[in-house]
Structures are given as structure tokens and as C-alpha cells.
């Protein structure tokens, strides 16, 4: 990870350690190399609804310490391959969509999984995915993990909030 971002640009990305959150951390990084861009790549936690009436294990989860091991993982994984791309990791409390849509002002791009870990795997987007093409005020792009087949025959075209293109592929 260097200090340099030559363009001025500024992509972020959500992370969460699934297939597709490491692809859409992937081209972020190739894209941010390609425009002289700088990568804020975001991971969300939060406590779920109820954990505290229900024992789990020992009772010592560490939410916010397991994402940042996971964006940590992720980052050394992948940051290796372009090593001239200014990457800020970022660790946030809250709901992904919402600290996404939030971390995405004012930047050039947002780029998400198709989808991570929730129960409706088969869906073509994920909840997080289709909040932010719907929220965000910036140009969202949902990229497919390895193994993910399209039941579209093309890539589907949405409006993000401003009204720009919001692509998913």
C-alpha cells in the first residue's frame, strides 16, 4: 500500500470477506491503479438485534475486532498485486448498507459484491448490493464472486440516486 494517489480520485469498497467482496476489492484496486485513484476499502459491523439474550459461546465475541481481522485478511490478500495504490481501511459500526452509501459521498465510484453471507444466496443481488444502487449518490458497480452465473443474458442497468448509471455485472 503506498502513499500515493497521483489522480485525486476516490473509489470505495465494501468488504466482507465472501467471493464476491473480494472480486469488487480486486477491480477496485486494477481500477484505482488504472485512474490514479485511491481505494477506501469499508468494512460494517454491529451487534445483531437480540445477542444479548441469548448465550453464545463464552460471551466474549469481539464484532468490530473480527472485522477488522477480516478486512485485514482480505487487504493482505489482495494488495500485493499493486502495490503503488493508495488503500485506507476503514472499520465502521453499523448497518453495511448505510456505512457504505455513507462512505461513498463524494467519492467517484462504489463498488460492491453481488452478495455475502445473508440467507438468500440464490438472489441475483443481495440486500446491501440493491440498497446502494438505490442510495447512493455516486455511480455503484456490483460485481459477481467467482462461480456466480447471471440469469441475465446482459448486464443490468439501474439509476443510483443521482441519477446516474449504476451498473451491475
Known amino acids: 500500500m503506498s502513499s500515493q494517489n497521483k489522480g485525486g480520485g476516490r473509489i470505495v469498497v465494501g468488504v466482507n470477506g465472501s467471493a ?6 480486486r477491480w477496485a484496486i486494477r481500477q484505482a491503479k488504472l485512474t490514479g485513484s485511491s481505494v477506501d476499502a469499508v468494512i460494517a459491523w454491529h451487534v445483531p438485534a437480540g445477542y444479548g439474550m441469548a448465550l453464545m459461546g463464552d ?7 473480527d472485522a477488522k481481522q477480516i478486512l485485514a485478511d482480505a ?32 467519492a467517484d465510484l462504489l463498488v460492491v459484491g ?51 448509471p449504476a451498473l451491475a455485472c
Open 20 to 25: 464476491s467482496s473480494m472480486a469488487a476489492l
Open 59 to 65: 460471551g466474549t465475541v469481539d464484532f468490530e475486532g
Open 75 to 106: 487487504l493482505n490478500e489482495v494488495t500485493g498485486t499493486e502495490p503503488d495504490v493508495l488503500v485506507r481501511p476503514s472499520v465502521v459500526e453499523g448497518h453495511t448498507g448505510d456505512v457504505l452509501v455513507r462512505a461513498a459521498r463524494g
Open 114 to 164: 453481488s452478495r455475502g453471507h445473508g440467507e438468500f444466496t440464490a438472489a441475483l443481488l443481495g440486500s446491501v448490493s440493491h440498497f446502494c444502487v438505490h442510495h447512493a449518490s455516486c455511480p455503484v458497480l456490483v460485481i459477481r464472486g467467482a462461480g456466480e452465473s447471471s440469469r441475465l443474458p446482459i448486464p443490468s442497468m439501474a439509476r443510483c440516486a443521482a441519477g446516474q
